[in-house]
């Protein structure tokens, strides 16, 4: 595999002075976190997904969320104050946070948006999520994500 991008994650980690390892695998259209996961040996729990979904006003937020979990959308809303929230198309996503879906980070957006984490994630030792680009994941600590985004806790996990 060739060398890891640099990429607007990578950068805002280095200037905030975040450890973090580098980790690169082949990547497969919708083959999501599973895919991944197993190129690098880790458990899916551990692959941290970021996806953008939006408002009814149609304000763009990001939630992190386990890979073997799925988001309640009924239940971010309510603990967000919305009426309802939803998924974004891929194009508004991308638009939002400068990101190809499947290449999206919660670091380094094109626009600001909130950043929601789900709870469970700061139990772990080390999570990996996207580091920017397809087929590519950056490896910290969960702590150090707080270092880097202004983070709010939620509860909205679901078993698949």
Same mark, same amino acid.
């Given at each position: 595999?060739?060398?890891?991008?640099?990429? $607007?994650?990578?950068?805002?980690?280095? &200037?905030?002075?975040?450890?973090? /390892?580098?980790?690169?695998?082949?990547? &497969?259209?919708?083959?999501? +976190?599973?895919?991944?996961?197993?190129?690098?040996?880790?458990?899916?729990?551990?692959?941290?997904?970021?996806?953008?979904?939006?408002?009814?006003?149609? #304000?763009? @937020?990001?939630?992190?969320?386990?890979?073997?979990?799925?988001?309640?959308?009924?239940?971010? #809303?309510?603990? /967000?104050?919305?009426?309802?929230?939803?998924?974004?198309?891929?194009?508004? #996503?991308?638009?939002?946070?400068?990101?190809?879906?499947?290449?999206?980070?919660? =670091?380094?957006?094109?626009?600001?948006?909130?950043? =929601?984490?789900?709870? +469970?994630?700061?139990? @772990?030792?080390?999570?990996?999520? $996207?580091?920017?680009?397809?087929?590519?994941?950056?490896?910290?600590?969960?702590?150090?994500?707080?270092?880097? =985004?202004? =983070?709010?806790?939620?509860?909205?996990?679901?078993?698949?």
């Amino acid at each position: 595999m060739s060398k890891a991008p640099s990429t $607007n994650a990578t950068r805002l980690l280095k &200037e905030q002075g975040i450890p973090f /390892t580098e980790h690169l695998y082949r990547y &497969e259209d919708h083959g999501g +976190t599973r895919v991944s996961a197993e190129a690098l040996g880790v458990a899916e729990h551990c692959v941290i997904k970021t996806l953008v979904m939006e408002d009814e006003q149609g #304000a763009p @937020l990001i939630i992190l969320m386990h890979g073997d979990r799925e988001v309640s959308t009924k239940e971010l #809303a309510r603990q /967000t104050g919305a009426r309802l929230v939803q998924p974004c198309a891929p194009e508004t #996503a991308q638009r939002h946070s400068g990101y190809l879906v499947g290449g999206t980070s919660p =670091l380094g957006t094109l626009k600001a948006m909130p950043v =929601l984490m789900e709870a +469970t994630i700061l139990d @772990l030792p080390r999570i990996y999520l $996207n580091g920017g680009s397809r087929g590519f994941l950056v490896g910290l600590h969960p702590q150090d994500l707080g270092k880097a =985004l202004d =983070l709010v806790m939620v509860q909205v996990a679901r078993v698949p």
